[in-house]
């Protein structure tokens, strides 16, 4: 049974820092593009950045670019956002994702663009960013 679970949201002050963490358990992430979606109250879950393993190709959305930075633990199973210079408006639910893609035939970009690609999605987690 595949689970992702997320792990390390909570509140922040504007200009401070959060990682967020996403564990695979029954999957190979290898095999997988992996992605961090973010819905806020009242909007549409949107793509923030999504890697293509298979190339190591990593889109950023424009409203996160410099800011946040993804990476992955293959040895762990684990994914990782870190997010810095928060701003009020990236307070949302943040999500992990997984799109198979075992020869990386898709892009990066088109990952972040979609909601019914991914095959599976983590828990969520919340992030406020609040003084």
């Known amino acids: 049974q595949v689970q992702l679970v997320e792990s390390g949201g909570g509140l922040v002050q504007p200009g401070g820092s959060l990682i967020l963490s996403c564990a695979a358990s029954g999957i190979n992430l290898e095999d997988y593009a992996i992605a961090w979606f973010r819905q806020a109250p009242g909007k549409e879950r949107e793509g923030v950045s999504c890697?293509?393993?298979?190339?190591?190709?990593?889109y950023h959305a424009d409203s996160v670019k410099g800011r946040f930075t993804m990476s992955r633990d293959t040895v762990k199973n684990t994914m990782y956002l870190r997010m810095d210079s928060l701003e009020p408006e990236d307070t949302a639910v943040y999500y992990c994702?997984?799109?198979?893609?075992?020869?990386?035939?898709?892009?990066?970009?088109?990952?972040?663009?979609?909601?019914?690609?991914?095959?599976?999605w983590g828990n969520g987690t919340l992030v406020t960013v609040s003084s």
């Open positions: 994702g997984l799109e198979y893609n075992p020869y990386g035939t898709i892009a990066a970009v088109k990952i972040c663009s979609r909601l019914n690609g991914m095959d599976y």
């Open positions: 890697e293509n393993t298979w190339n190591g190709f990593i």
